[in-house]
């Protein structure tokens, strides 16, 4: 007489649910270095780009080459968002230790963001302001700041920054704004678009309010007299 074969005991919940969690944060971990590699060649499109592309809102990007952006923006959005930016590896960590700071004094922390760290949240992460997206940002940069170069990832966000709603990106912002291409603007045009950025569904470069122009002012002022903040974009590159 055969002996019945004995059935395989199903693997318990609580295992396949650990195998199933292992194997999402493997991908999760996995999807930022291969995108990252990707975008060494690849143009990018921002979180925000794809959200309001699969929900049938309009988006306008025209990307374009470093060289084909004026060296007037480069420098005035260095200046605004990030003035250590060639010094840093994707983390300015006194700026970060000084908001820490802040939080554990009671006041409440603002900036301490890289331009590194804000092209890994425009292509990873969402916008709204929480301190998990801002504890995800800084591995991201790190690994940013170690795949790419200086110049890509300020091509990279100069190509993929909100100006406006459905604006995104140095080209289209400049012919929305100014009617010219990004290669062409001005001193003031481009310290214009820089102190946008903060705030670009409020601040309108082409109507600015005075508080928006004084702003510019300053802006354009300390780009004047900011030295070589480009100084990791060797000068044939520009």
């Not at 110049?151 to 012919?175: D, K, Q």
Request: proline share 6%; net charge positive.
């Amino acid at each position: 007489m055969k002996k019945a074969r004995s059935k395989e005991k199903p693997e318990p919940l609580k295992r396949r649910i650990k195998r199933w969690a292992l194997r999402t944060l493997g991908v999760l971990v996995a999807l930022p270095v291969v995108l990252t590699l990707l975008y060494t060649v690849v143009p990018p499109y921002s979180s925000l780009m794809l959200l309001r592309t699969v929900t049938g809102q309009p988006v306008w990007r025209e990307w374009v080459p470093l060289e084909e952006i004026s060296v007037n923006l480069q420098r005035s959005v260095v200046v605004s968002e990030d003035a250590t930016f060639c010094k840093h590896g994707g983390v300015d960590w006194s700026a970060v230790r000084g908001q820490v700071g802040k939080l554990f004094e009671g006041k409440r922390p603002r900036g301490a963001s890289t331009i590194t760290m804000q092209v890994a949240k425009n292509l990873f992460l969402w916008n709204d302001r929480d301190y998990v997206r801002k504890v995800l940002e800084v591995p991201l940069a790190m690994l940013l700041d170690t795949v790419l170069s200086k110049r890509r990832v300020l091509e990279i966000y100069l190509n993929v920054a909100e100006w406006g709603p459905g604006i995104f990106g140095a080209e289209a912002a400049s012919r929305t704004f100014f009617g010219k291409s990004a290669a062409k603007l001005s001193a003031t045009q481009a310290s214009l678009l820089a102190t946008a950025l903060p705030n670009p569904i409020a601040r309108n470069p082409a109507k600015p309010s005075s508080g928006h122009r004084r702003l510019a002012g300053i802006n354009r002022s300390r780009a004047q007299v900011a030295g070589d903040v480009l100084s990791c974009i060797s000068a044939t590159e520009r």
